[in-house]
């Protein structure tokens, strides 16, 4: 009886709380006349399907790079060692001997549509040590051990151009070349009055602008520059090697300057370059490469008082001065000859870290040297070589 009561009780409290809702719908008639729309109002919007990826970027720029890029670094560590001991010496004879070489070599060519710069750097040191018999003021003598450098060079050059044809360019050639450390006399004479070259004594600038030729055959890799237009610089920044004497010249003659107390001297004429780089065998194990350059300076000094043209000429009138106790300062100049620079190196790669070397080099230049100048050079060593292509 109470549960009863309980739930009329609650249906009582719960009847004002229900709510009622009534919805109407109304019949839409739709006109025979009249066909139903069906088509999509939506305004349609363009979406790119692909999406930046980082990877992909990354990958097409160092493509990119690879394609207009080519690199190539070499180094190389060339040395040979004799040693005996006393009693070797003093029964056979012999001397004890350490030869060094180092070598460095960066070789880098740009490209962009018609346009490209090649940019090479190439440099050598190289130091021997031997025993060299010494004798003192009390007329006594002693062997002493002495290193003396037997290479020491440096080149840079650039050559930006714009091609014109398949296998014809034009632009410039600019290379500049000096050495690392001083040079002098001999073993036994290092002294600074006996000091014939440093850095930037003498220093070399060559500036060439022409046309070039480049061959297109695999074999035949010939590049040749044509360069009506090209100055010929020497430096000899040093006033000591300027004013230090050897071969009975001092040293403002021996690299061809007026006089003393100039530090430059300017030519300017023409000058020709012919390059040639090539490897041989199935393993690309021998590379002959091989440069001459020839400068010829018919622009300048035309107006120089007092000018010789004929060696004879120059060598009577110095004679004549050095005999009277002084040398003017103003002395006649040469008549400007070709300068000619041939360079030669062939490399035998036995492994991929061991090389074998051959290197020759002529060098003519009337203001030093009446004669030709030539050096070889047959070492065996470590080198490495990479290319990124």
């Avoid at 450098?149 to 296998?167: G, H, I, R, V, Y």
Wanted: glycine share 6%; proline share 4%; net charge positive.
């Amino acid at each position: 009886m109470n549960r009863l009561r309980s739930l009329f009780i609650l249906a009582a409290l719960a009847v004002p709380f229900v709510a009622a809702a009534q919805i109407s719908v109304d019949e839409a008639a739709l006109r025979r006349d009249e066909d139903p729309d069906f088509g999509n109002r939506a305004k349609p919007a363009e979406v790119n399907p692909v999406f930046f990826n980082r990877a992909s970027y990354r990958a097409e720029r160092a493509r990119i790079r690879r394609e207009r890029n080519f690199l190539e670094f070499g180094a190389g560590l060339q040395g040979s060692l004799t040693s005996y001991n006393d009693s070797w010496i003093e029964t056979s004879g012999g001397d004890n001997a350490i030869a060094m070489i180092a070598s460095l070599s960066l070789h880098h060519t740009f490209t962009k549509g018609i346009f490209s710069i090649e940019t090479k750097f190439g440099a050598n040191l190289g130091y021997n040590r031997m025993k060299v018999e010494t004798e003192q003021s009390d007329g006594t003598t002693t062997s002493e051990g002495l290193w003396f450098k037997n290479q020491d060079e440096f080149t840079l050059s650039t050559a930006p151009s714009f091609k014109m044809s398949k296998n014809w360019s034009y632009g410039s050639i600019i290379k500049f070349r000096s050495q690392f450390v001083n040079g002098y006399v001999s073993r036994t004479q290092q002294e600074a009055a006996d000091r014939k070259s440093t850095f930037m004594a003498p220093a070399y600038l060559d500036v060439s602008l022409g046309v070039t030729y480049t061959c297109p055959s695999k074999k035949w890799p010939v590049v040749v520059n044509l360069s009506p237009l090209a100055m010929s610089a020497v430096y000899v920044e040093s006033a000591l090697v300027r004013q230090n004497v050897w071969d009975d010249k001092p040293g403002w003659q021996v690299y061809g300057l007026a006089s003393p107390d100039r530090s430059s001297k300017y030519e300017g004429g023409s000058s020709v370059q012919i390059d040639f780089d090539r490897t041989f065998g199935r393993n690309e194990v021998i590379r002959y490469r091989t440069t001459l350059f020839s400068f010829f300076g018919w622009i300048t000094d035309f107006g120089t008082p007092h000018r010789m043209t004929d060696y004879g000429a120059y060598k009577e009138a110095y004679d004549l001065w050095k005999a009277n106790g002084e040398v003017p300062q103003d002395q006649p100049v040469l008549a400007i000859h070709p300068t000619v620079r041939w360079e030669n190196t062939i490399d035998i790669r036995a492994t991929k870290f061991l090389t074998t070397s051959l290197s020759f080099q002529l060098y003519y230049n009337r203001a030093q040297n009446l004669k030709v100048q030539t050096k070889t050079l047959l070492s065996v060593g470590v080198s490495y070589t990479f290319k990124n292509k």
